[in-house]
């Protein structure tokens, strides 16, 4: 992996649980490939255009196969930049809470901004759908303060790395990385726990992706 995008969708700086385990993955990363570049999305300071009544015209025509309207055409542009600079990575790092069993508003609006036929999809002539991010690597450090993973009978309250993995396998992406940060509300011990967990499977992971590094 060359090139590496972390898209942060906490707003708690370095408060961030998602973020400590991600900041680790990062540093363990470029440890084991020097050369890897890294830019950062912080999804809560980005400047992310309105997905509003006329972008959306813009969609239901290209799903159509006709083209933007020159009005909606700068829009476009903006969006197609967006999705063009998304598949420029070899690799993405997310950095997910979850808000109400879902993901925050400002990840969502980044993916309704850039999933768009023909774009991060596209549509061939029997509607079947082709992703058009295959062949990058997708690592997903999800934080939670319910404990998946270590509960079953909550598991199905979980849309957040469901609704990531289904995501990213409907652009295309097979190679699928998480790490759970869950548990994250309790007492100081249990919360320790949950971390130093979360910090073991993400050193883990670190070595796993390094030693396919290596070998290629
Ligand atoms: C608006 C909001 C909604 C939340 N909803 C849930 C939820 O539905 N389930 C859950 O397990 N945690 C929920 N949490 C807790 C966060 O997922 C938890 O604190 C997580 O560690 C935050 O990650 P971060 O520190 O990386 O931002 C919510 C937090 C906020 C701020």
């Known amino acids: 992996m060359k090139r590496l995008l972390h898209i942060n969708a906490s707003p708690r700086g370095t408060r961030s649980r998602s973020g400590m385990i991600s900041a680790q993955v990062l540093a363990g990363l470029t440890a084991a490939s020097p050369a890897l570049t890294i830019e950062t999305i912080d999804l809560f300071d980005a400047d992310l255009p309105p997905f509003d009544a006329q972008a959306i015209e813009g969609r239901y025509g290209l799903l159509m196969g006709t083209p933007v309207p020159p009005e909606q055409a700068a829009a476009w542009d903006k969006l197609r930049t967006m999705a063009a600079h998304f598949l420029s990575f070899d690799g993405w ?72 993995n289904a995501w990213l396998g409907f652009i295309g992406v097979t190679d699928i990385h998480a790490v759970r940060v869950a548990g994250t509300f309790g007492p100081d011990e249990a919360v320790a726990a949950v971390m130093a967990k979360a910090a073991a499977d993400a050193a883990a992971l670190v070595t796993q992706l390094a030693a396919r590094a290596a070998a290629v």
């Open 93 to 164: 790092l997310l950095s997910v809470p979850m808000w109400n069993f879902g993901l925050p508003y400002r990840l969502k609006h980044y993916i309704d901004l850039i999933t768009h036929p023909g774009m991060t999809f596209r549509n061939d002539a029997v509607g079947q759908v082709e992703g058009l991010a295959a062949g990058r690597t997708a690592i997903i450090v999800a934080a939670s303060a319910m404990p998946f993973g270590a509960m079953p009978a909550i598991d199905g309250l979980d849309f957040q790395l469901t609704y990531l």
